[in-house]
């Protein structure tokens, strides 16, 4: 085997030879799970340093501001033109000066710097794209579609599930869509504690209690029974219409696999 020969293999034996390109494994990376609240903590991360020094400038410009306005105040002006007298105000007010204009450029660069960070960067891009993924719905339908066919039936064929019930499934439908257009209304909160209420009745009577569906929605109505009136701000409307909407989604789901057939539009 000749010298080159030689060489070439001592370069690919920790790669893959495709051709003429050599390429090397990349080595394992940890992979760790993150909560919304982290993200959060790690976007603010990104921004926070552009957005103390812009604070710092405008603090120090406002410092310089007063100081500026108090040495006119006390400045005496029937002596302080007499060229003894003279440097002693002009030194003072021209740092003072300086100082303002510098504050007010460093303010403005790190706030257009904090600005193309937070609208238009790769920072930006990035956040965009997680957060997307966090505020996208989490519904059953999801979940059946990526299971096995026979394991979705065996879902929806559980044991004590009550699919004659067929009144119970329509008012089910019917109640939990008027209690998510109640949430996003502004309707208070016993209204929406009653739209549950007759929703938790429905899903009962189907016998879906004990379905991935029918804990969540026990677990909403308990949340909003213990939500005060005060609490239910925008935020938390969007949030838990969503969430509702997630059971409204997963009953749909687990409905479907009884009808194998369904089409949900025409063709």
Not at 62 to 71: C, E, K, Q, R, Y
Request: charged letters at 20%.
């Amino acid at each position: 085997m000749s010298a080159r020969s030689e060489g070439e293999q001592a370069i690919t034996s920790g790669g893959y030879n495709a051709g003429g390109l050599v390429a090397y494994p990349l080595p394992d990376e940890i992979v760790v799970p993150l909560r919304r609240e982290e993200l959060d903590t790690l976007c603010e991360g990104g921004v926070s340093e552009e957005r103390a020094n812009r604070d710092l400038y405008i603090g120090a410009g406002v410092g310089a501001l007063a100081g500026l306005i108090g040495v006119l105040a006390t400045t005496d002006w029937d002596s302080t033109w007499k060229p003894e007298r003279r440097w002693w105000f002009l030194i003072p007010f021209l740092v003072l000066c300086v100082m303002v204009a510098i504050s007010i450029v460093g303010g403005f660069i790190h706030q257009g710097h904090l600005k193309r960070t937070i609208g238009n960067s790769a920072f930006s891009r990035l956040k965009a794209r997680l957060l997307r993924l966090f505020d996208e719905p989490r519904s059953a339908i999801a979940a059946l579609k990526s299971m096995p066919g026979v394991i979705a039936s065996q879902i929806g064929t559980a044991s004590g599930v009550k699919w004659e019930n067929v009144a119970n499934l329509l008012w089910l439908g019917s109640d939990l869509d008027w209690t998510i257009q109640a949430i996003r209304n502004a309707a208070p909160k016993e209204t929406i504690v009653h739209g549950l209420t007759q929703a938790s009745h429905h899903i009962s009577e189907l016998g879906l209690a004990d379905t991935t569906p029918g804990k969540l929605l026990s677990s909403l109505r308990s949340q909003a029974q213990s939500t005060p009136e005060g609490g239910l701000n925008q935020h938390w409307r969007k949030d838990f219409a969503e969430k509702v909407s997630q059971v409204l989604h997963g009953v749909s789901g687990l409905a479907r696999t009884q009808q194998p057939t369904f089409r949900p539009d025409p063709v």
